[in-house]
């Protein structure tokens, strides 16, 4: 399950964080996922739960922001959100697109005690 090595990287970058600050605990952790990521909010929540056990982020709260994919067009310099895995420019048909957002996947901040 490729959620738990994530879970596992999100724990280890906020303990980091949060140890840097002198906290003692995490209480919750924002996280930003790209779509084209493919996590499953819910298994990625459990999977963290168990990584985060003994740690100072036990008992943290997982908050999901999932980011939509999003595109510009080479050829008519539209920017525009792509759905359904549809990688063509809805306004002029091209498929010269690039990639701008959705493969992302990191943390936004966390809030610590
Ligand atoms: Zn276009």
């Not at 168990?50 to 050829?75: F, W």
């Given at each position: 399950?490729?959620?738990?090595?994530?879970?596992q990287n999100i724990l280890d970058i906020?303990?980091?964080?949060?140890?840097?600050?002198?906290?003692?605990?995490?209480?919750?952790?924002?996280?930003?996922?790209?779509?084209?990521?493919?996590?499953?909010?819910?298994?990625?929540?459990?999977?963290?739960?168990?990584?985060?056990?003994?740690?100072?982020?036990?008992?943290?709260?997982?908050?999901?922001?999932?980011?939509?994919?999003?595109?510009?067009?080479?050829?008519?310099?539209?920017?525009?959100?792509?759905?359904?895995?549809?990688?063509?420019?809805?306004?002029?048909?091209?498929?010269?697109?690039?990639?701008?957002?959705?493969?992302?996947?990191?943390?936004?901040?966390?809030?610590?005690?």
């Amino acid at each position: 399950m490729h959620e738990m090595g994530v879970a596992q990287n999100i724990l280890d970058i906020a303990v980091a964080a949060a140890q840097k600050e002198g906290a003692h605990k995490i209480t919750r952790i924002n996280l930003i996922a790209g779509e084209l990521r493919g996590v499953v909010p819910m298994q990625l929540s459990f999977c963290f739960g168990i990584v985060a056990k003994d740690t100072i982020a036990s008992g943290a709260y997982l908050n999901i922001e999932e980011m939509p994919v999003t595109a510009h067009c080479e050829n008519c310099s539209s920017d525009f959100s792509v759905e359904d895995y549809q990688y063509v420019c809805p306004k002029c048909g091209s498929t010269k697109i690039q990639l701008t957002g959705g493969t992302e996947l990191r943390i936004k901040d966390i809030e610590i005690e």
